[in-house]
């Protein structure tokens, strides 16, 4: 299995710019998560889908961040238009069973806005 | 909301002793609790977790015991070693509601 796949692993952009990080879960699996992870504010979930469908997305900090899940085995990200502050480390999970069981991390995207 | 508070935040043990992470949790309806660990530039792994209707449980040398009366769960390494250096998160969830990390510690193991 390869896991959950994250890309870019690594992006810099300038201030302003539109990002769109991309997350293809463990087939199979039903749930899927979105995280963000600084150092202030540590590892915060910032929106989850089940059977493709958004759940809770109380976490996305603002507008400009909208998230997406066309199919079971693709979701996106976006951040339009970005910020210095949007800079961390963005990690896409899944799950089997939904959110309160054991969730598979991918290896994240680190975002730099400049 | 769920609440969860994790100590210490960092921990430095000499190879070969034990590291117990502490972490306590504010909503009683909790009933999953997983520790997971992450690596430098790699995303979080999980660990071992357990439930509720347990009081601890073990996979070799690690440990996790958990007192509901009390809300809080506890980690335990032995026979601490350079490959278990590492930042490891606690988490809470109930039912369908999502999990709510820990801050995390950051565990040197010092050869």
Redesign the interface.
Known sequence: DAG?IQSPRHEVTEMGQEVTLRCKPISGHNSL?WYRQTMMR??E?LI?FNNNVPI?DSGMPEDRFSAKMPNASFSTLKIQPSEPRDSAVY?C?SSMT???????????TRLTVT | GENVEQHPSTLSVQEGDSAVIKCTYSDSASNYFPWYKQELGKGPQLIIDIRSNVGEKKDQRIAVTLNKTAKHFSLHITETQPEDSAVYFCAASSGNTPLVFGKGTRLSVIA
């Open positions: 959950v998560f540590g590892l979930l989850y809770d990690f999970a939904g959110p309160s069981y054991e969730q598979y991390f991918g290896p994240g």
